[in-house]
């Protein structure tokens, strides 16, 4: 049996709207993710897809309920801690690249390695590596704004791999690319999945970005309505079950 | 409409306590300065030269245009901070007059407020600061008052004109944007332009610069007048290319080196080359504005130790006493002491030549070299052979005329030559080894001879008289400009504070960023730290360095190399102070601002 490397219990989130109503994003909501596996989280605008990855992802803080991660309740870790995760254990990619505009695409990717205040050979060599797979060694040294969004978006994936977390969440990270640069991007977060273990949990409302993962939750109204498993199926089979799926949905 | 503008400043309460404590500082400075100016009996009683309240009205006029661009610059940051609402407020159906209207409404309700509130810390800083200086240059002030209702008036009014001179400007600003440039107002990025080679020899020629004023600096008094243009030119050429050129060619070699590989160096190195184009000028003014302030302190207050050292070298006697009631016994260390007569006539005071044969006089003469003093003992033959040699007696002369200058001397060449039928009064001459340390008696015994004589200080002789005519005169000019000094540079570090707050927004981003990806709330506030601290530091280093090597220019006033860096110490610490103030502030505030 494979080893729970995230566990989901009861999580509630819920705002309070500028009216004062109360308003639920995600009701009692739970689920684990196995060590290696490849997690899409899908479901329609406004279903709780997004906060749900930010709380697990320690950028949000739930109203309830607990997150668990190689054992640990991230939500009782200290400043110190959290930030230990963040940095060592766990990748972002963002929808929107969160890159740093006054720093370079070489220093964004080393980011997470310098704070480590790993050696200058093992950044360069880690920084190299990461940028060969996503191609963008010729945009080293230009800034995020010379840059396009999908070359953005491979600087953002390569920062978020760059220091070989356990886990990688992605938040739509095929939003902002074209139907080449999303299935690059994904072919290569299936390599990485699957030839270096390293698990991924993503939001996406894109069928065919989640056809590459190994499982998919359906989240309706901050509830996870149906789970289907990709097992042994070809991925363009898959993916007409995930558009079955959706057109269920709909 | 007025409803709205108070609530408006309720939603941004944050960013507009910014706002807030830059304009009370100002106002409490501007207030602090015009109680100064305005206060009469304070300055009547504190300088013997008439011109001081010409060097009032310059330093109020200066003072009047470092605060029009302060409020100018504060003006465009609250209009940066609302634009975007009043653009939305315009898409939404709003009118540019009604929003304009608004504008100017906010503008001046904030002024008035701030400017309220500045004349309060101004009367608390007032009386605080003057306590500080009077300590720190030891100078008495009479007559010191901390309110004025006239500089209250002043302020307010001048406040008040600028705030709506600023309003109506900015609504004309506002009135030219359109609705899409107010609500996408800030985001534009700056990014530096990097031409490796171009900026190496820029940064190289910056740095050139400076080094070349610094080392004519010294040099100053062998190479004239010239010289002191030239090294001028050099040093603010220098420091304007030094921050603009040279730093730029540091952060591009850094953003190569290993150096920065390690924590959030990059990212700092990165916060800085985004940031000089936009500060260059700001920097340069401030580290020139440092040099001046704390030169300005440092020679003065050098000077002012010196005070004692000049008139002594200057009087071949500490005191001359036109009465018997003085007794000189009350004196320490007495190293010469004579009794004189005298006869006066007129304008013309009579000596017996012969009483000098026997006991001589004492004057202070230039040595051969010209370079400094000595004292020569005079006979009456030689006053009498030697056409100027009679000026130590002149000195004399006018005390006892009570008169500045005019007296006329006679060295007859015996008693029987004296004027007959005048009676002849007799006078104390007498030198102290240590004027400093008999300072109290010297005062009792100038008292005492005021009152029989009436003599006044500035008119008597000696080097103590001469002591405490200069430090009346140059006490009063040395706290007002050290006043000056230190409102310039508090109002240039608050623009600096203002500006760094102000650009929070973009900052904001990039932090949040960070924490994302692993970076701890103490690692940010470690960055925020060293990252403000460069730019406060950068000007407060060239400061620093303009003075050390500038304070050599002042050998000669200053009676040697020696002596140059008298004032330096306690003035550094001064302006540190109030410096490390502005920067605990301004990270305290710019950490809450990031935060949210």
């Known amino acids: 049996m494979t080893e729970s ?17 109360q308003q639920d994003v995600l009701h009692d909501l739970s689920f684990s993710v196995d060590k290696g596996e490849f997690v899409a989280i899908m479901g329609p ?89 996503l191609h963008i060694e010729e945009y080293l040294n230009k800034y995020p704004s010379e840059l396009s969004g999908g070359q953005q978006q491979r600087v953002g994936a390569a920062r978020a791999l760059v220091h070989n977390p356990a886990l990688i969440f992605g938040d739509e990270p095929t939003g902002a690319l074209d139907s080449e640069n999303a299935r690059e991007m994904m072919n290569y977060l299936t390599n990485i999945n699957a030839n270096e273990g390293i698990s991924i949990i993503m939001v996406t409302h894109d069928a065919f970005s989640a056809s590459f993962a190994s ?33 269920n949905f709909n | 409409m007025f409803g709205i503008a108070l609530k408006s400043l309720r939603s941004k309460w944050r960013d507009y306590i910014v706002l807030f404590v830059g304009l009370i500082i100002s106002a409490a400075i501007f207030y602090m300065f015009s109680a100064m ?29 470092i605060t029009f661009v302060y409020l100018n610059f504060a003006n465009a940051f609250l209009l940066r901070l609302r634009q975007s609402d009043y653009g939305l407020m315009s898409m939404l159906g709003a009118s540019k007059k009604q929003i304009s209207s608004l504008l100017l409404r906010e503008t001046l309700s904030i002024g008035v407020i701030a400017t309220i509130i500045g004349i309060i810390v101004g009367f608390a800083l007032t009386s605080l600061s003057s306590s500080y200086l009077i300590k720190l240059l030891g100078v008495e002030l009479t007559h010191w008052q901390s309110i004025s209702i006239k ?29 899409l440039t107010l609500l996408l107002a800030n985001k534009q990025v700056n990014q530096p332009k990097v031409h490796a080679k171009v900026d190496l020899l820029f940064g190289l020629i910056g740095l050139a610069l400076l080094i070349g004023s610094y080392a004519l600096m010294p040099k100053v008094a062998s190479i004239g007048m010239a010289g002191f243009v030239l090294i001028l030119i050099l040093n603010v050429w220098g420091t304007y290319w030094f921050i603009s050129r040279t730093l730029k060619m540091i952060t591009n070699g850094m953003r190569q080196s290993s150096f920065s590989m390690r924590g959030l ?146 060295v007859t060449q015996n008693q029987s030559k004296m004027p007959a039928n005048t009676p002849v009064q007799s006078l104390q001459l007498v030198k102290v080894a240590d004027m400093l340390a008999n300072e109290k008696a010297l005062a009792h015994n100038a008292n005492i001879e005021e009152k ?71 690692q940010i506030t470690q960055t925020v730290a060293t990252d403000l601290g460069i730019l406060f530091g950068i000007p407060m280093i060239i400061g620093v360095l303009d003075v050390i090597f500038g304070l050599k220019m002042f050998a000669p006033l200053m009676a040697g190399e020696n002596n140059i860096y008298l004032g330096f110490g306690p003035s550094l610490v001064g302006i540190l102070v109030l410096y490390l103030i502005y920067y605990i502030l301004t990270v305290w505030m710019y950490r809450r601002l990031i935060k949210n």
């Open chain 1, 5 to 21: 490397l995230l566990i989901a219990n009861q999580l509630n989130k819920s705002y309070l709207s500028a009216a004062g109503v």
């Open chain 1, 45 to 133: 605008s406004g279903s709780g897809k997004s906060t749900l990855l930010n709380i697990l992802s320690t950028l949000m803080a739930p109203t309830s309920g607990t997150v668990t991660i190689n054992n640990k309740d991230i939500w009782q870790l200290s400043d110190k801690e959290v930030s230990k995760f963040r940095g060592q254990d766990m990748g972002f990619i963002f929808q929107n690249y969160n890159l740093i505009d006054s720093l370079t695409v070489q220093e964004n990717i080393s980011l997470p390695l310098t704070l480590q205040k790993a050696s200058v050979k093992k950044i360069k060599q880690a920084v190299q590596k990461v940028a060969q797979m």
């Open chain 1, 215 to 247: 499982r998919i939750l359906f989240l309706t109204d901050g509830e996870i309505t149906k789970t289907i498993n990709r097992d042994n199926q070809p991925r363009e089979v898959f993916y007409q079950q995930v558009l079955s799926e959706l057109g």
């Open chain 2, 37 to 65: 100016a305005n206060n009469k009996a304070f300055l009547e009683s504190n300088s013997i030269v008439s011109q001081i309240s010409i060097i009032f009205v310059i330093g109020e006029i200066l003072l009047g245009i």
């Open chain 2, 151 to 179: 500089s209250v008036v002043i302020t307010l009014v001048f406040f008040t004109v600028l705030f709506l001179l600023n309003g109506l400007y900015n609504q004309r600003r506002l009135r030219k944007q359109d609705t």
């Open chain 2, 265 to 410: 160096r990059s990212f700092i190195n990165g916060q800085l080359s985004f940031r000089l184009p936009d500060y260059q000028r700001m920097l340069s003014s401030i580290a020139i504005m440092f040099a001046l302030a704390l030169g300005a302190m440092s020679v003065g207050q050098g000077y002012y130790r010196m005070l004692p050292k000049l008139a002594e070298s200057s009087y071949s006697m500490t005191a001359v006493y036109d009465t018997d009631k003085v007794k000189t016994d009350n004196l320490k260390d007495v190293t010469w002491q004579q009794t004189y007569h005298y006869v006066k006539k007129g304008q013309t005071v009579y000596f017996n030549g012969a009483e000098f044969n026997q006991n001589k006089l004492p004057a202070r003469v230039p040595e051969k070299n010209g370079s400094s003093m000595q004292t020569k003992w005079l006979t009456g033959d030689y006053i009498r052979k030697t056409p100027g040699s009679e000026y130590t007696l002149e000195g004399i002369a006018n005390q006892l005329l009570n008169q500045s200058y005019g007296a006329k001397v006679v």
């Open chain 2, 452 to 522: 029989v004589n009436n003599t006044k200080v500035e008119f008597a002789a000696g080097s103590y008289a001469g002591y405490q005519q200069t430090k009346g005169i140059f006490g009063g000019i040395e706290f007002m400009g050290v006043f000056l000094g230190i409102g310039f540079l508090a109002m240039l570090a608050a623009t600096l504070m203002f500006k760094t707050l102000s650009g929070v927004a973009d900052d904001k981003q990039r932090y949040r960023i960070l924490s994302m990806i692993g970076t701890s709330n103490k």
